[in-house]
């Protein structure tokens, strides 16, 4: 242990700590901007410096790790001249629309600018960086003029999710975040996974707005139909200011309804369905000597990557559509016809923690119906939003419950919003379809978790199925690699783009990877207190099979639950 | 006054490419000697010999090699650091076009000492033209076996690689060095870690100017007694002095640490030209201090240029006589710093620009005793809370013209007589 003091407090860290680690444990506070805990240290804001005595200058206390004896000061009149005098230089480059910004109230720019009490008029000309605004992309919107280069975009989009769509342009005063060589983001190998934006400490990347477009479907007079993914339930609250993994599936019914919704549905039913189509075509694959291994196709980033990066693997893609997209068809097919409205009069909103599904939607493939199957996805942001601005104290609010026809999900759709949960609830099925036993146990362990790879194997009566769970496209692009090269062999494979699967989505409240640990325990928690824990026990899809769908893989299914994909090799440039 | 060659001794004698022609005056004899030594015995010669680096900063050369040499690692790697960016300053280019062998000599032996078998030369992108030659000249120093494998039948291997800047000022920094050798943007890393832990592409390495290493191989021959005879206590060796701008007789010089720059200017480049008059010192390059007439009569030596608040630096000595204008001169230096930082942090990036709006302004007859405010207390962040130092030192040159030109800075603000501005048609507001 390493012994200092910080602002006259005693502290001890282990070895390697930095002074801004110190700080926090000794709870003083040090302003940040490129710092974040998920990432490696950038000290290049340069807002956290701290006087260490007997260093010359200042000390950036991120990068400056705690050595035995030292005394630090956080808050001296030195420091604070320093942090404003920076802070002032990044206002003097910064558009001054706060109110007009999307991240209005929750920007890590402007809190530390409230912070650090800027009330003096600037000694500078405001000199905004020319840069126009790059909403070319369906899920994301690029701003480089709130831009304040920490750098934290670079790392996720090239070190995690290993895409590499933006770096560092020019030089110095003109240095600007960008795509390569001008390109607009719809142009580039983007997935749309959004984890720039869950890191952007400003405006400078956010989500694509799209609640003026239900507001005007509202307007049109349509039948408001929701439907809410697995994830969203332990994303929302906290998206509305209440603690990371709070679960608050009641409560977001009822704030949809008072929005204005006409049906609330949930996505867990339609991920019951895909554990029936997708179990259904492993089984196929693997009985009839089909393209093994089979990857999962929930996750729309995924899909886009896998076309653009991995077209060779196409077949290895389930043609399973995302529960998302398998619900689509379904409200505007079967609901319609049972409550006997034109699905023209139908606007199909998906709640979901992810900005691809914005991608997704618009997909020429993804209009079985006959018309768009969802016509707008809102993330879990959007939503918050919305229900901010509809004056609905959510905190408060009684708790609703799902609309039939489509009435429960099981808990094996439920864990689709964690990464290893589409793998755990498919082998559920299909361990009893094989074995007609029960899987024992029901939790599956080996694919839970963030490790980055994770493998384990099912023995199905004799066939031994090897499967293995990815989450973040830099694994993604390992186990390909070790796919590709024969190195590993597996029958089953799930991918999620995002890091720790839908619950660390790019359309949640900013993510570190201690929320999404909390995420995870409310969402492994919940699915325990659900009666029905396995897709194939669901009454509900049992019912539209036998009403509606025939059998699994059969003529409709094809028709409505199935797809096919597209060869992006191009967006690669040659 | 007499030059004392020990760094320019072969320059203009021998075919640079020649291996041959080096070995032949003496060449090579240094690195034989260190073969034979430890790394201990390498260092602690280095150490008695007093050398310390040439390019800036004047750390003692032989605690960079202790770094390394401390750290466990199969691959270690040797750095010289050719990118000579500093406006004006040609020793480098002197010494790489003139001597090369002098300083591959050097690199091999700091190699043997720390156990490193590879050594990069990252060079100046502008001095291109040099590469063939120089790559002659490591074929040839391959040929004579005092280079590649198994080197004077020591079974010491040690090659060179060349890899080529393209222009970025920063690059000189170490650390920003390695990402550019590593095929990455030039930008600096933090410290610690420390490059004599993790450098060049994550291993241990010493990074040393090239007039550094060219020190090197005169210690070996001659001995540390005899270098020590040279310059001053703290400061062994000669230094080269690149002396630029309005003086007689401008050009690179060798003379003992510790010469008078009064002398150096007058006795030995022969005073200012046209019956003009001296104004103005920068010495240290582009961050060193503007020092006035008063305040020449100094030795040239690296304790002593600290204490006063400025640094030797490189050893380039800018010398402005009184028909320019102080307030002028910062202006064009912020400039360069504003063109040259690299953008990695807040501090430099924003402030090298207000910097030079700040000073354009005064310049411009526009400014006010607030913008000198302003300066100086930008000045005094960037120079406390920069990321390298790049941002911290590019303050010096406009606080030390603020504080040793004072008047005519109030005079470019009271919008009074300037005979440069005025002939240029500015002030006019």
């Keep these: ?574 | 006054m007499e030059q004392m060659k020990v760094l320019l001794k072969n320059v203009g004698k021998i075919r640079p490419e020649s291996a041959k022609d080096y070995i032949n005056a003496g060449g090579f004899e240094a690195l034989r000697k260190a073969l034979s030594m430890s790394s201990d015995e390498i260092i602690q010669t280095l150490k008695d010999s007093g050398l310390r680096g040439r390019g800036g900063a004047g750390f003692p050369t032989y605690r960079k090699l202790q770094f390394a040499c401390s750290t466990e690692n199969d691959t270690k790697y040797v750095v010289c650091n050719a990118d000579e960016g500093e406006p004006g300053t040609n020793k480098d280019r002197i010494l790489l076009s003139g001597d090369p062998c002098a300083i591959f000599e050097g690199m091999a032996i700091v190699g043997k000492a720390i156990g490193a078998h590879m050594g990069y030369i990252y060079m100046r992108g502008e001095y291109v033209y040099l590469r063939e030659m120089l790559y002659k000249a490591l074929e040839n120093c391959e040929k004579e076996g005092c280079l590649g494998k198994n080197i004077m039948g020591s079974g010491f291997d040690f090659v060179i690689k060349l890899r080529m800047g393209a222009g970025a000022y920063v690059c000189g920094e170490e650390t920003a060095m390695f990402e550019s050798i590593e095929g990455k943007r030039g930008e600096p890393r933090y410290r610690p870690p420390y490059p004599g832990v993790h450098g060049l592409f994550g291993k241990p390495t010493v990074l040393n100017n090239v007039e550094t290493l060219a020190n090197i191989a005169p210690i070996f021959r001659n001995g540390t007694e005899w270098y020590r005879t040279i310059g001053t206590e703290g400061s062994p060796g000669t230094k080269l002095f690149t002396v630029i701008g309005n003086v007689e007789k401008r050009g690179v010089y060798e003379f003992p640490m510790g010469i008078n720059l009064k002398e150096l200017i007058y006795d030995v480049c022969g005073g200012i030209p046209d019956g003009k008059h001296l104004m103005a010192v920068q010495a240290g390059g582009a961050s060193g201090p503007f020092i006035n007439k008063d305040q020449i009569d100094i030795p040239l030596e690296i304790d002593y240029v600290a204490a006063s608040g400025g640094r030797l630096g490189c050893g380039t000595i800018l010398v402005i006589d009184d028909s320019n204008c102080i307030v002028d001169m910062v202006c064009n230096n912020l400039y360069f710093f504003k063109e040259e930082s690299c953008g990695k942090c807040t501090p430099c990036r924003e402030g090298t620009t207000r910097l030079y709006q700040l000073a354009r302004k005064i310049s411009d007859g526009k400014g006010t005793m607030k913008d000198i405010d302003a300066i100086k207390s930008l000045g005094e962040t960037m120079n406390n809370a920069s990321f390298c130092g790049l941002g911290r030192s590019a303050t010096v040159p406009v606080e030390s013209a603020i504080r040793n030109f004072y008047p005519d800075f109030e005079r470019h603000i009271d919008k009074d007589f300037c005979p440069v501005c005025d002939r240029e048609g500015r002030m006019q507001g």
């Design chain 1, 1 to 574: 242990m390493i012994n200092l003091t910080i602002d006259g407090t005693e502290v001890s860290v282990e070895e390697g700590a930095s002074i801004l680690d110190a700080a926090r444990k000794a709870n003083v506070k040090i302003p940040t901007l490129c710092y974040h805990p998920d990432q490696t240290v950038k000290a290049v804001c340069r807002i956290c410096v701290v006087e260490v005595e007997g260093m010359p200058g200042l000390q950036a206390s991120c990068s400056t790790p705690a050595s035995e004896g030292m005394v630090v000061k956080t808050a001296s009149p030195k420091v604070i001249r320093a942090r404003k005098d920076i802070m002032e230089l990044i206002m003097a480059r910064h558009p001054m629309e706060c109110l007009g910004c999307q991240q209005n109230g929750r920007c890590e720019l402007q809190n530390v600018a409230a912070s650090l009490n800027m009330s003096k008029p600037s000694r500078y000309p405001l000199d905004i960086r020319k840069a126009t605004i790059d909403n070319t992309s369906p899920s994301i919107v690029r701003d480089m003029q709130k831009c304040i280069l920490c750098g934290r975009c670079e790392e996720t989009c090239s070190d995690v999710q290993e895409i590499m769509v933006m770096a560092k342009e020019n030089r110095g005063y003109y240095s600007m975040m960008v795509p390569p060589y001008g390109k607009k983001l719809v142009d580039t190998p983007c997935v749309n996974c959004g984890q720039c934006v869950q890191v952007c400490p400003t405006g400078a990347i956010t989500v694509k707005d799209d609640t003026e477009k239900v507001y005007s479907f509202m307007d049109q007079d349509k039948v408001m139909v929701a439907s809410i993914a697995p994830s969203v339930r332990v994303n929302l609250a906290e998206a509305l200011g209440e603690e990371p993994g709070t679960v608050s599936t009641g409560r977001m019914i009822t704030a949809l309804r008072k929005i204005g919704f006409d049906r609330v549905f949930d996505t867990d039913f339609a991920a019951d369905l895909t554990i029936m189509e997708e179990g259904s075509e492993l089984l196929d694959r693997i009985q009839n000597g089909g393209t093994l291994p089979m990857f999962t196709s929930c996750c729309p980033a995924w899909i886009k990557y896998a076309e653009t990066f991995y077209p060779e693997h196409l077949d290895n893609l389930s043609s399973c559509k995302s529960p998302m997209e398998m619900f689509g068809p379904l409200i505007k097919t079967y609901f319609a016809e049972k409550v006997k409205i034109e699905p023209s009069k139908i606007c199909s909103v998906a709640i979901m923690p992810c900005t691809a599904k914005k991608f997704e939607c618009q997909r020429d493939e993804m209009n079985a119906s006959g018309y768009q199957d969802i016509d707008v996805v809102l993330t879990v942001q959007e939503l918050a939003r919305m229900i901010q601005t509809a004056g609905i104290d959510f905190k408060n609010l009684e708790e609703g419950e799902f609309d039939n026809p489509f009435g429960l999900g099981s808990g094996a759709g439920l864990i689709f919003g964690a990464t290893g949960g589409v793998m755990e609830a498919a082998l559920r099925t299909v361990y009893e379809k094989v074995t007609g036993k029960e899987m024992d146990p029901l939790d599956f362990t080996p694919v839970r978790g963030f490790e980055g790879i994770k493998e384990a194997s099912v023995d199905l009566d004799g066939t031994v199925v090897k499967v293995a769970v990815a989450h973040g496209l830099g694994n993604a692009r390992k186990i390909l690699q070790e796919i590709g090269s024969g190195r590993a062999q597996y029958h089953f494979v799930e991918i999620m783009a995002c890091p720790g699967g839908c619950i660390g989505g790019g359309g949640n409240a900013p993510r570190t990877w201690a929320k999404v640990e909390e995420r995870k325990r409310a969402i492994y928690e919940e699915e325990k207190r659900l009666p029905v824990r396995k897709s194939h026990e669901n009454p509900w899809i049992q019912q539209i099979y036998k009403e509606y769908l025939g059998a699994p893989l059969g003529e409709k299914s094809h028709q409505l639950l199935h797809t096919h994909y597209v060869n992006r090799h191009d967006l690669l440039g040659s």
